[in-house]
């Protein structure tokens, strides 16, 4: 250490067996580097909690990204009355023949409303007993003998208005287009349970200039039927329709976040102006696990199922996670949940009437979601009603959508003059509304998340504070490392030659030992 601490180029550490100073002017120079040794360890602790933090960052790369390269969104149209007029009507008959009591029509059209119950969002009612009475009657006539459960799920796509009742015309980009197709609008399940979705299957992801879908006139322009003549159930407290936007790969339920929810009214003209945000991984991150980066790519999931098109979703993952709670709750799944996103649905069956009570009793954590959870004085009661999906992670790579509308009174003749052959415009009493679609810009904020702190700044960053510190370098590391190897060759060399010194004179010494015996004095 003497002869490392002489020769070494690193400053001040001569001054430690320098022979000619005095002890106390080498105990002033050890207390200084005893000094600027603990500042260097605290200084670089702090930097590496810093980095550890911030390894990565979203960082806006273009903020004039064309808006043709964004998917355009799925719009969901659901209409507030959930039970059809006539299609209740009709179903009411048929379970009254199906009576043995031959209960009247009027009484199955008014049990007939206690399907209401099965959605989440309607208002909470305590007729349990009404219920289980109802379920048990369609559990045993209202059941076909090849089916094991009441088939709820088809009887409520059946009492909900169809979609061609609700949507008269439509025009994307100017042109008329038709309505019921594959490019157009599908009955898909939603959180209201079956509606009418635009662009379920994301045929719109790849687009050119002229159909970027930007300015009220250029985008998806609905004409519906809003009218409540066949009204028999409303699901929310309102005179209107509601609209849903979100990404095609995702489940459109806004209690899973990341879908957005308007309610425009009837007899009016609404324009949704759509504006997207659009976020991007550097691929260098696959290096880091998913619970580090705090986001999963598209071929990552905790779940495989919730994968839609090979695209992960948070949203999806949620769902699933809600499902299996409603799963081991209640011991059923809610008729309007997409099976494929749930793990180990087989076999079990929709909710009925008959888990409307255990539905309420949990309605409350089902609806709020915790992904991660930090105490907080005064809502522990909130963590333990909440549901806990902690693998669910947000999407590296995700596009956000946000929408403004406004609303202005329809023009009936004007529209009305176009369609006038349509079927839903035989009532008299027709009363239309316009839905407008459109991306309010022609440009997008494209953000990209990047590494922050890469190997080569930490190695600069630790580099800095050292060499300032101690003077620090690369030629120190290698004396360092040659004065060790010299000492430890010449350690070696010597206990070498000591090891032969010793063995050679052991040798000799029984040689000579072995002499001594044979040796024989005569007198």
Request: charge should be neutral; charged fraction near 20%.
């Amino acid at each position: 250490m003497t002869d490392l601490f002489r020769h070494i180029s690193l400053h001040g550490y001569d001054k430690l067996v320098d022979s000619g100073l005095l002890s106390y002017e080498r105990f002033f120079w050890f207390c200084l580097h005893a000094t600027i040794f603990v500042f260097m360890y605290i200084a670089l602790t702090f930097t590496w909690d810093q980095f550890v933090m911030q390894t990565f960052s979203i960082n806006l790369h273009n903020p004039l990204y064309p808006v043709e390269n964004v998917p355009f969104p799925a719009v969901s149209i659901c209409s507030n009355n959930r039970i059809s007029r006539k299609a209740a009507a009709k179903y009411a008959l048929q379970l009254s023949r199906l009576d043995p009591a031959n209960r009247s029509v009027e009484y199955f059209e008014k049990s007939i409303l206690h399907f209401m119950g099965l959605y989440f969002q309607y208002e909470r009612s305590d007729d349990f007993d009404a219920y289980g009475e109802f379920q048990k009657f369609l559990d045993h006539y209202a059941t076909d003998n090849n089916e094991t459960f009441y088939n709820i799920l088809g009887v409520m796509k059946m009492l909900t208005p169809s979609c061609e009742n609700l949507i008269i015309n439509c025009m994307l980009g100017t042109k008329p287009i038709e309505c019921f197709s594959k490019n157009a609008f599908q009955t898909q399940l939603t959180m209201y349970g079956p509606c009418c979705t635009f662009n379920a299957n994301n045929v719109y992801s790849k687009r050119s200039y002229s159909t970027r879908y930007a300015g009220s006139n250029m985008g998806l322009i609905v004409i519906l039927n809003t009218s409540q003549s066949d009204d028999t159930g409303s699901l929310l407290n309102m005179d209107g329709y509601a609209v849903l936007v979100h990404a095609p790969n995702k489940f459109p339920d806004t209690s899973s976040g990341g879908i957005l929810e308007v309610f425009p009214s009837t007899n009016e003209e609404s324009y949704l102006a759509v504006r997207a945000r659009v976020t991007d991984s550097d691929p260098d991150l696959r290096t880091f696990t998913a619970s580090h980066r705090k986001c999963y790519f598209d071929n990552e999931s905790p779940y495989p199922q919730v994968l839609v098109n090979n695209r992960y979703s948070m949203q999806n993952c949620i769902t699933s996670c809600r499902a299996k709670s409603v799963m081991a709750l209640c011991n059923c799944i809610p008729f309007y949940m997409p099976l494929a996103l749930i793990e180990g649905a087989k076999g079990i069956p929709f909710c009925t009437l008959s888990n409307i009570e255990c539905i309420q009793q949990y309605r409350f954590k089902w609806r709020n979601v915790l992904t991660h959870r930090v105490e907080i004085m005064g809502l522990e009661r909130e963590h333990e009603e909440a549901l806990f999906c902690p693998a669910c992670l947000p999407s590296c790579d995700d596009i956000r959508y946000s929408i403004s509308m406004m609303s202005l009174p329809v023009d009936q003749f004007s529209f009305l003059g176009g369609v006038s052959s349509a079927p839903q415009l035989k009532d008299s009493n027709t009363q239309i509304s316009v839905l407008r679609v459109f991306f309010g810009d022609t440009t997008a904020q494209f953000y990209r998340r990047v590494l922050t702190n890469a190997w080569s700044k930490a190695f600069c960053t630790v580099g800095n504070i050292v060499s300032i510190c101690m003077g620090f370098s690369l030629v120190a590391i290698l004396e360092m490392l040659y004065f060790v190897l010299k000492n430890l060759f010449a350690s070696l060399k010597t206990y070498v030659k000591k090891s032969t010194s010793r063995s050679k004179w052991r040798r000799v010494s029984r040689l000579s030992t072995a002499n001594s015996k044979q040796l024989l004095i005569c007198p």
